[in-house]
């Protein structure tokens, strides 16, 4: 005759099936946790290296512009076609965190000051920008605000025209 155990393994009885439980939800809250913080700072730095380079391709272009270029004023008294055109390059970089930036601001300089008043030694293109945090925002919000957290990127470089 042929009998078959009805388990391989002999069920324990006792308190230890709960304390599994319970560690194990102790862990899962601690890897979770564990997780979540490298995601987020690898996002805050993938904001930071794309208006940083964004920065660096609009004040590159605008280092190389020929000295007429740069000192002839646009229509209607706005700023000269390059600075209007390094603007746009530093624009259409950063149109890839838009779903994400709370706001954005590109400044555009040469000496410090305005273009087109002589001959820079210097340029700079500065980008200020807000990065919204919706997934982790309960999370995050105390420690920036509601507002975004502020993420700067500015290059300057010497003029080549010089």
């Given at each position: 005759m042929n009998i078959l155990p009805t388990s391989r393994f002999p069920r324990r009885q006792g308190a230890q099936g709960g304390s599994i439980a319970i560690e194990m939800a102790l862990v899962i809250v601690t890897l979770v946790f564990l997780l979540t913080v490298p995601?987020?700072?690898?996002?805050v730095f993938w904001y930071y290296s794309v208006a940083q380079k964004a920065a660096h391709d609009a004040v590159r272009f605008l280092a190389t512009a020929p000295?007429?270029?740069?000192?002839?004023?646009?229509?209607?008294?706005?700023?000269?076609?390059?600075?209007?055109?390094?603007?746009?390059i530093a624009?259409?970089?950063?149109?890839?965190?838009?779903?994400v930036m709370a706001s954005k601001y590109i400044d555009i300089d040469c000496n410090f000051g305005?273009?087109?008043?002589g001959v820079p030694s210097t340029?700079?293109?500065?980008?200020?920008?807000?990065?919204?945090?919706?997934?982790?925002?309960?999370?995050?919000?105390p420690f920036y605000g509601q507002d975004?957290?502020?993420?700067?990127?500015?290059?300057?470089?010497r003029y080549v025209g010089n």
């Open positions: 995601i987020f700072f690898a996002r000295q007429a270029e740069l000192r002839t004023p646009g229509p209607g008294n706005t700023p000269s076609s390059v600075v209007a055109v390094a603007r746009a624009d259409a970089e950063t149109t890839v965190l838009d779903p305005t273009c087109g008043d340029v700079r293109v500065y980008i200020h920008m807000r990065m919204r945090d919706d997934l982790f925002a309960p999370y995050t919000a975004g957290m502020l993420i700067k990127a500015e290059v300057t470089m």
